[in-house]
Nanobody, 116 residues
Framework: QVQLVESGGGLVQSGGSLRLSCAAS????????MAWYRQAPGKQREMVGG???????NYSDAVKGRFTISRDNAKNSVLLQMNGLKPEDTAVYYC??????????WGQGIQVTVSS
């Protein structure tokens, strides 16, 4: 059974940095694309960015230039480095595997709060 577990969230001041990690188990990790989503209070869940293969990445316009996604296949993990954080980045962040053997999988989510 696929499990995704996020870690690294918390409270940070505006302009600060955080690094989220998503540890995957129960899947052949290195051959599948991974993505990060977020959901702010009262808003729909939105895609932050994703990674395909070892290093092909894409990002939403809201985070481009500030966030970086990478993966560590040896540790079955995908990372989200967030720099220059803004209060509007406050949300619950989710790790996502789309279409693994016909199913989508989500982590439980982790809170990121950016104070002004």
């Amino acid at each position: 059974q696929v499990q995704l577990v996020e870690s690294g969230g918390g409270l940070v001041q505006s302009g600060g940095s955080l690094r989220l990690s998503c540890a995957a188990s129960g899947m052949i990790f290195r051959f599948y694309g991974m993505a990060w989503y977020r959901q702010a209070p009262g808003k729909q869940r939105e895609m932050v960015g994703g990674i395909v293969g070892d290093a092909i990445t894409n990002y939403s316009d809201a985070v481009k230039g500030r966030f970086t996604i990478s993966r560590d296949n040896a540790k079955n993990s995908v990372l989200l480095q967030m720099n220059g954080l803004k209060p509007e980045d406050t949300a619950v962040y989710y790790c996502h595997v789309p279409g693994y053997k016909g199913n989508d999988y989500w982590g439980q989510g982790i809170q990121v709060t950016v104070s002004s």
